[in-house]
Nanobody
């Protein structure tokens, strides 16, 4: 059974940093690309960043490029999202997700994800 448990969210001021973690279990983590999504109140869930199974390919939505960094540790079955220079518009519930199928050397905005975690709240005040 796929389990994804996020942690590291919180309430911070503009310009601050947070590091989100996602602990995975119940599947062959090292074989799957992983992603971080966010959903703000009244909006659809959107892909923010993704990383291939090897870590060699990453994707970022334009609004976070240069501020967010996705990484993974396959030995620890974990994926991370380092968020720097946070802005109020980054406020959302952040969830990690597993790609629907294993493998694949590249990730981009069209990568298909499923099996989301419960999420962790990030609130950025100005």
């Amino acid at each position: 059974q796929v389990q994804l448990v996020e942690s590291g969210g919180g309430s911070v001021q503009s310009g601050a940093s947070l590091r989100l973690s996602c602990a995975a279990s119940g599947f062959g983590f090292s074989r799957y690309a992983m992603g971080w999504f966010r959903q703000a109140p009244g909006e659809e869930r959107k892909l923010v960043a993704a990383i291939s199974w090897s870590g060699d390919s990453t994707y970022y939505v334009d609004s976070v490029k240069g501020r967010f960094t996705i990484s993974r540790d396959n030995a620890k079955m974990s994926v991370y999202l380092q968020m720097n220079n946070l802005k109020p518009e980054d406020t959302a519930v952040y969830s990690c997700a597993r790609r629907t199928r294993p493998g694949g050397s590249e990730v981009d905005e069209s990568t298909d994800f499923g099996s989301w975690g419960q999420g962790t709240q990030v609130t950025v005040s100005s």
